[in-house]
């Protein structure tokens, strides 16, 4: 059994070359030795290299290191503390058992843009824990990238645009239209509903269709610790733009732009330009690295330096997550945020 890692061994690999010399995206790998991992008790061990690891780099991989869910639940626990519940749902999972979920169950020819996890919320897990308990026969790797580069590859003024405004996000909840207000408030009181926007500065509408939601976030957030500046929104998955042209034609058809199921505006409420969201897109595009799940892998992710998608893939595929260390921003102007930790 590894007893020691050295400090940041056997970087997997870089996007050198895509990204005119900036900032790469790493994975930090750590092997199992000819005695094999005990996974829980080697993380608790190295807690302290492991999260050394992901506020230097942002990703750690451990090889063949977890065989069930109840493993992970251990583990993530081990490192990052208390385990977190999946709340105010955007994408469907299921729960696995304990505080371990299925990753977001889209279909397995669709791509799971670059995102930050719950970036579009006032509250958010700072540590997310994969397993992949099933790889696919082809395809289905998780890329990664670094936040910090996107801030530096994009455009001076967007970013900083984007940086005085923030972003406001829009979401109508419509039978047969993504998720319910039930499933994604896990709920099904409409006065828990209330309560729960109250508390976490989301303003709500009850339409006759169901419910219409709107709240601010930044679009860029600092590192408690490190104090680096990471691109931290979900603007691009928001758009409209994100959507197929001929569904997007279709619902623009049927709706304004505020009661499509998802919208996303600058923080003041004006229009973000497709162009813009291309750039942003290209710019992830650039700065992500994947790397070819092997089975019983543990990836452990800084969801606050980097982030994470999903490529299409054929064959069976399982893959199991749970968050931990609950991250809130505070509104304390009108586009002013501070942490609560």
């Known amino acids: 059994m590894q007893t020691e890692p050295t400090a940041y061994p056997a970087v997997l690999g870089e996007c050198s070359g895509r990204s005119e010399g900036t900032a790469h995206t790493r994975v930090i790998v750590y092997e199992p030795g000819p005695a094999g991992l005990r996974t829980t008790r080697w993380a608790a061990e190295h807690r302290s290299h492991l999260i050394d690891a992901l506020d230097h780099c942002g990703a750690v991989l451990v090889r063949r290191a977890v065989d069930q869910a109840e493993t992970l ?15 105010e749902r955007s994408t469907p999972r299921s729960r696995v058992g ?8 889209y279909p397995a020819a669709q791509t799971i843009a670059q995102h930050n996890e719950n970036a579009y919320a006032r509250s958010y897990p700072r540590w997310l824990f994969f397993a992949a308990l099933e790889t696919a026969t082809t395809g289905g790797e998780t890329p990664l990238a670094d936040s910090r580069a996107l801030v530096r ?11 005085a405004k923030g972003v406001r996000y829009s979401r109508t909840y419509r039978e047969g239209m993504g998720l319910t207000w039930q499933e994604a408030f896990q709920t099904r009181d409409p006065r828990e509903v209330e309560r729960y926007c109250g508390a976490h500065g989301i303003d709500l509408e009850w339409t006759a269709d169901g419910l219409r939601t709107r709240q601010h976030g930044p679009a860029l957030v600092a590192d408690p610790r490190s104090g680096e500046e990471s691109w931290f929104n979900q603007a691009h998955l928001f758009h409209s733009s994100n959507l197929p042209p ?6 623009a058809e049927l709706y304004a732009e505020e009661d499509m199921p998802r919208a996303a505006h600058y923080g003041d409420g004006t229009t973000i330009p497709d162009e813009e969201m291309d750039l942003v897109r290209a710019a992830y595009d650039a700065c992500s690295f994947a790397f070819p799940w092997e089975r019983g892998d543990l990836l452990l992710v800084n969801n606050l330096l980097v982030s994470h998608g999903r490529r299409p893939y054929t064959g069976s595929r399982r893959t199991l997550v749970a968050m931990a260390e609950k991250i809130s921003t505070r509104r304390t102007g009108p586009e002013a945020y501070v942490f609560d930790l």
Do not use: K, M, N
Not at 73 to 87: F, Q
Not at 153 to 163: H, Q, S, T
């Open 246 to 251: 001929d569904v997007r034609e279709s619902l």
């Open 98 to 105: 304990g505080h371990v979920y299925t990753s977001t169950e």
């Open 153 to 163: 590859r994009l455009p001076r003024e967007l970013v900083d645009r984007f940086r």
């Open 73 to 87: 639940d251990r583990v993530a626990a081990c490192v990052g503390g208390e385990l977190l519940d999946y709340t």
